[in-house]
Structures are given as structure tokens and as C-alpha cells.
């Protein structure tokens, strides 16, 4: 049976994918297209309503994208958002002008509550304004239902033609209730009946998968990530007989990570092709100090290995990609001071002359990329992994590497991460850092010269800032025994009480 569908057309909206989010999470299927979809292309998906983003242009300019104005005689329900509320007002007749006084920021707004959209809502609410055009003059026929201190025409709408408009962002979480009133615009005003889940997202892609490769190979370059094994988990209930997936194991992984993920993935029907590259990227980083270079040897190394594995394989006409939906608005946005070259296993190399790219999680957030793994039957700890750099562990030993330093670093890493999730303390993300510093100490009549081991451990949303975990003295009490008993290279335990900025997350 066919899932109903909230057709989102993107008039350059920084927020369209947050919008299709919030209608997913409303359990109504989302398609995002351009603005200038053709009037037979809607029919042909035959949406329950169109969904007009936000958009950085000026409706009333004559340039300004704008959609097939028979779209409002269709009969569909429309919802305009900033942008697209404006749009709407200006084609039926309204009035859309520069604002005196720009709105930004988290805003009060108050609203209409005897109305479908905004029904079961408080009549004062926090929503997200971003404008600098505003709508003067609701076409004829249509009432204003909200407005803020400096924006007389909030949100207005029509009930019996079913076309509303919200000059505030309700796709985002500074909406307090945003999601409320797009589920009150799908259920109230759309009749929708919430037939879309998780579970179809995944039928969705299987079917998408197959027809966009066909009977051609499919090679996966699988870090052991989140995105990219569930991008395997995914690619091989669809095409488990085209799939080839490469672990390039570069020597920096935690301790059992890699036979830990071999195991998982040699159950599942795809061909699994594990490479320990260590001596290759260890034998590359001798004598190196700088973190930088460390980062970028590893990320150049990497590209050569997998092209050289992937060559041995014949032609393969497709790449697959674990790419998320935050990681295309990141490098979109990319234009600030490199802090730190990111290596991924995303960026490889396009000289192996692939004919397409597959990306079946492109549109989704980290935590529905979670889901699709739960359902796909991914063991727990690896949906729900923390993150861990391309890079590894070698950004996590300051200074030169060594395979002597790799180990320590693996033994005293595994305890504190053991002790930390046992304890059920609040941290995001923890990890032990060699620091390469030695310093004095005294076991039993002896004077030792061991190494300074540092335990990070942050509290973040985002990953993007964060502060350092305000862990109990208990739990690092127990840390720093266990690892000054049971890893005798290491001399002396610190914690790091550093938050991001001016730090980083990672110390390299
Ligand atoms: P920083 O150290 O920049 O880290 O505060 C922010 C988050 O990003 C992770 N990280 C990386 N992730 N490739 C990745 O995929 C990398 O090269 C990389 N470097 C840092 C880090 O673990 C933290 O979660």
C-alpha cells in the first residue's frame, strides 16, 4: 500500500530537511522537491499537501523563485513557512514588504487558538523568527491568526480553502511548539492518516537501492561507524550479492574494535573484506610529531589503500557512502579556519572512475540513522557508539606513534571507558589520551618513570562546543587506580577539566 506524502517544494530554505524531519517524526512520509516542480509531476505524487519552505529571497522581486500558481487550484491543503508564507501571500493577492525592524532570534508570539492550527496551543508562544521581508496584507478571504511585537501578520490562513502560512520557523526546536502545529496542519487540516514509519523508510530505500544499481556492484568503504555500518546493514538486505564492503583496519582502532565488527558484519550476506594496513600507515608516521600532518598522512594513506583494495576487486560501478544529513549542511558550510583537517572514510578518492554515488542515509538525522540500524538488527553498542575520529587513536597519542604506545593507549582507553558506562555517570563522549610526557613516581621501594595517562570526558549536544564532565571523585578514583595497577606503562593519571572552546574535544 502506498504511504500518503507531504510534498516539501525547496524554495533554498537552510531548514528543509529539519521540516521533513518534523513531518517524519508526525508519521507522514516526506519528499523534498524544487519549487519548480511541474503541475503533472505533483499530480503524479499525488501529495495530501505541499509544504513551502523559507527561502532567502524577496518574493516581490522579479527574479524571486516562485512555484506554478495553479497549484492552489488543486485542491491541496498548503502550508507556507517564512519564505513560503510570504510567497503565498503575495501570489493570492496579499501584500509582502521590506521590514522596518528585522525579527531574529527566539520571539513571543501569540496566537489564535480557536483555529485548526493552532488548536490545543497556549495562547503565548516561543517561536523562531528570521525575516527581514513581512506580510503586510493577508490576501482576501484569509485571517491573521498570530502576531509578534514587531510583526503584525504572524501566521494567517484560509480554513475552508485549507492554505495557511507561518512567518516563524516551526521546524526548529526554538519553537517550543512547532512540531504541535505542523501535526495540526497533517491531521486537522490534511486528514492524515500517520501510516509512515521507520519501517518503511527502510522498504523505501531497499526498493530505491535496487533500482538505481541495478544488477551492478556496489563497493562500501565501512569504518565501523555508526553511518556507515548501518549504511552496510542496509545496502545488504537490498543487494547482498553486489555488495563488497572494505575495512581498512589503519592500526588506530580501540581495543577488539576490529574483531568486534568483523563478527558482526560476517553474519550478514555481503562480502566482507577486512585489510590490516598498520605497518603501511604506522611504517608513514614514523618520526612524525605534528598533528596536522599525522592527520592529513593518515587521510592521504587511507585514499591510496582503499584505492589499491579497490582495484584488486575489477570494475565496480558504484560508491556507497554512509553521508548523513548533517554532514552535507557541515561541508556546505565549510568556509571557517580549518581547526582540524576531519578525516573520514566519506571523502575517497574519484579517479576510481565510479558511473554513481548511493546514499541512502543522506536525508537523515543521527539519531533516525540509530533507529534504521536498531531495526536492521545492529547490536546496540554499535548504533549507539560515540563518536570516534577517522583518525583514531593516533590522534589520541600526542606526538610520534608507536606501536609500544598504541597498546598502552588501547589497554588504559578500554578501563575507563568500562568504568564510566558502568557507573552510569553523565559524559557524552570519554576516552583516554597519551600524552607522551613521562613523570617520576614510586612502586614498592622503586622509582618508576612512567607515562602521564589523561582522561577526557565531555558533556554536548552537538559535538560542535562542550564542557568537561563533572565526573565524582569516586569514579575517578577507581579509573585511576585500575589503570596505574593493571597498565604498568603509565605512571600518572590527569583529568582533563577543559571545555571546548578554547579546547577541542580530541587533544590532537
Ligand atoms: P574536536 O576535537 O574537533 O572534535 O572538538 C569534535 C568531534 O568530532 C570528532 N572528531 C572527528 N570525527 N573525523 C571524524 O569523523 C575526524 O577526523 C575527527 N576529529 C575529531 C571528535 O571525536 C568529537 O566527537
Request: aromatic content about 8%; proline content about 4%; charged content about 25%.
Amino acid at each position: 500500500m502506498k504511504n500518503q506524502v507531504a510534498l516539501i517544494l525547496d524554495f533554498g530554505g537552510q531548514y528543509k530537511e529539519l521540516i521533513a524531519r518534523k513531518v517524519r517524526e508526525c508519521n507522514v512520509l516526506s519528499i523534498i522537491k524544487p519549487y519548480d516542480i511541474t503541475i503533472d509531476e505533483i499530480r503524479e505524487i499525488d501529495p495530501i499537501c505541499l509544504i513551502f519552505t523559507g527561502g532567502p529571497n524577496s518574493v516581490y522581486l522579479d527574479n524571486s523563485p516562485k512555484c506554478d500558481e495553479r497549484v492552489f487550484s488543486l485542491g491541496i491543503p498548503v502550508l507556507g513557512i517564512c519564505y513560503g508564507a510570504q510567497l503565498i501571500a503575495h501570489m493570492l493577492g496579499g501584500k509582502v514588504e521590506k521590514c522596518q525592524t528585522s525579527e531574529y532570534g527566539d520571539t513571543r508570539c501569540f496566537v489564535e487558538n480557536g483555529n485548526v492550527l493552532f488548536g490545543g496551543l497556549e495562547k503565548e508562544q516561543q517561536v523562531l523568527m528570521s525575516h527581514t521581508d513581512r506580510i503586510t496584507a493577508v490576501p482576501e478571504g484569509f485571517s491573521v491568526l498570530a502576531e509578534t511585537a514587531d510583526c503584525p501578520i504572524a501566521a494567517y490562513g484560509n480554513e475552508e480553502k485549507k492554505v495557511f502560512g507561518v512567518q516563524f520557523h516551526p521546524e526548529v526546536e526554538n519553537s517550543l511548539k512547532g512540531k504541535e502545529v505542523i501535526h495540526n496542519f497533517l491531521y486537522s487540516v490534511c486528514r492524515a492518516k500517520g501510516d509512515y514509519s521507520m519501517d518503511d523508510y527502510i522498504k523505501n530505500q531497499i526498493e530505491s537501492i535496487r533500482k538505481t544499481v541495478g544488477n551492478k556492484r556496489v563497493l562500501l568503504g565501512l569504518s565501523g561507524g555508526v553511518d556507515s555500518s548501518v549504511c552496510a546493514a542496509l545496502l545488504a538486505e537490498a543487494i547482498p550479492d553486489q555488495l563488497v564492503c572494505i575495512y581498512i583496519d589503519h592500526g588506530f582502532m580501540r581495543k577488539n574494535e576490529t574483531a568486534h565488527l568483523k563478527t558482526v558484519f560476517e553474519k550478514r550476506k555481503l562480502n566482507f573484506i577486512q585489510v590490516d594496513a598498520s605497518d603501511r600507515f604506522i611504517s608513514k608516521l614514523a618520526g612524525v610529531e605534528d598533528p596536522e600532518t599525522k592527520r592529513k598522512i593518515i587521510g592521504a594513506e587511507f585514499a591510496k589503500v582503499f584505492e589499491d583494495e579497490a582495484s584488486k576487486l575489477g570494475h565496480v560501478e558504484f560508491l556507497a557512502q554512509g553521508t548523513i544529513y548533517p554532514d552535507i549542511v557541515e561541508s556546505g558550510k565549510n568556509k571557517s579556519a580549518v581547526i582540524k583537517s576531519h578525516h573520514n572514510v566519506g571523502g575517497l578518492p574519484s579517479e576510481l572512475g565510479f558511473e554513481g554515488v548511493v546514499e541512502p542515509l543522506s536525508g537523515l538525522f543521527k539519531d533516525e540513522v540509530r533507529r534504521v540500524g536498531q531495526l536492521l538488527g545492529l547490536p546496540d553498542e554499535m548504533v549507539n557508539r560515540q563518536p570516534f575520529p577517522g583518525p583514531g587513536l593516533a590522534i589520541r597519542i600526542i606526538g610520534e606513534i608507536t606501536r609500544e604506545k598504541i597498546d598502552i593507549l588501547q589497554r588504559a582507553d578500554v578501563i575507563v571507558r568500562e568504568e564510566i558506562e558502568k557507573s552510569g555517570e553523565k559524559a557524552d563522549q570519554f576516552f583516554a589520551v597519551l600524552t607522551s610526557s613521562r613523570s617520576v613516581g614510586v612502586v614498592g621501594d622503586f622509582r618508576t618513570y612512567g607515562y602521564v595517562l589523561a582522561i577526557r570526558a565531555v558533556v554536548t549536544n552537538d559535538f560542535m562546543t562542550c564542557e568537561y564532565a563533572k565526573l565524582s571523585y569516586d569514579l575517578l578514583s577507581r579509573i585511576s587506580q585500575r589503570i596505574t595497577n593493571e597498565v604498568k606503562e603509565v605512571g600518572r593519571v590527569v583529568y582533563d577539566i577543559t571545555s571546548k572552546p578554547p579546547a577541542t574535544i580530541e587533544w590532537e
